[in-house]
């Protein structure tokens, strides 16, 4: 916040109509009705598990709402529990399978808290060379889907519930891509409605029922998923055809012919490093 934005200069209406002026807004426009300031806060609870007790959102972390990624965040967190919580009651998984939740979701937190404070300080910048990007170069960059993915923070995890160390070289904590596949009967249809909501063991061009180590994952409720390549043709049920590359190109960029996936839809495993369920 810069030092004149306080409080007290914004309880009038002429206040406000000084601040809307700026922005070639006047009463032709819009009726003030209503108006208060606005504060934020950051904060965030050193820890996030305490037994039975488990926090999400914003009863977690507080971020301010340039990024618009406060929500976002508390989503994520409830995913993150969610397939942790099924995968305890319903497959029997040992509870400390929830003390991976908060290593995998605070970086991620941090660094969206991190973004939205960058972007609030271009946002909310009075002069100087904030000022010119944000009035004269934003609005060119912006059009750049290049530029508006490079400011995105990526949910990939860097540690966490994995067969390994997540690195360049193989797939693990990374999100999978999901494009449209074919199915046997000719249909094309989102990759991840192939595979449900628990997690999957997928082979490109390979059957990941047959490889090693893949069968572990039926005790957490796996289905198994056989990606044939583009030009290929989806022949039995568990089939599909990888129409537009992208799923090859990503597990072949990384080294793999066979995953675990999570029902969050990160890769837990893979056959370059370990099939095997973490533990």
Known sequence: MGEKTRKEDFESEAQIWELLSAFGMTDEYIEITHHAFYNHHIRMVDKWRNGRILLAGDAAHLMPPWAGQGMQSGIRDAYGLAWR?????????????????????????????????????????????????????????????????????????????????????????????????????????????????DFAVIGYDTDPATVAGSDAWKKLGASYVTVRP????????????????????????????????????????????SLAVPA
């Open 85 to 197: 919580l099924r995968a305890i009651l319903k497959f029997g998984a040992d509870d400390a399978l929830l003390d991976s939740y908060q290593v995998e979701r605070q970086p991620h937190v941090e660094a969206m808290t991190q973004s939205a404070i960058s972007l609030g300080s271009l946002i909310e910048a009075k002069k100087g060379p904030a000022q010119v990007m944000r009035n004269l170069m934003m609005p060119i960059l912006s059009k750049s889907p290049k530029f508006a993915n490079s400011l995105a923070v990526s949910p990939d995890a860097k540690s966490g519930w994995f067969s390994g160390k997540p690195a360049k070289k193989n797939p693990l904590g990374q999100m999978l891509p999901q494009p449209h596949v074919t199915l046997k009967t000719g249909k094309s249809v989102p990759f991840d409605s192939t595979y449900g909501i």
């Open 230 to 273: 583009a030009g290929s043709t989806a022949m039995r049920d568990g089939e599909v055809v990888d129409e537009t590359g992208e799923i090859g190109e990503w597990m072949q960029a990384r080294g793999s012919k066979v995953i675990a996936l999570r029902p969050d839809r990160l890769v837990a495993a893979s056959d370059n490093t």
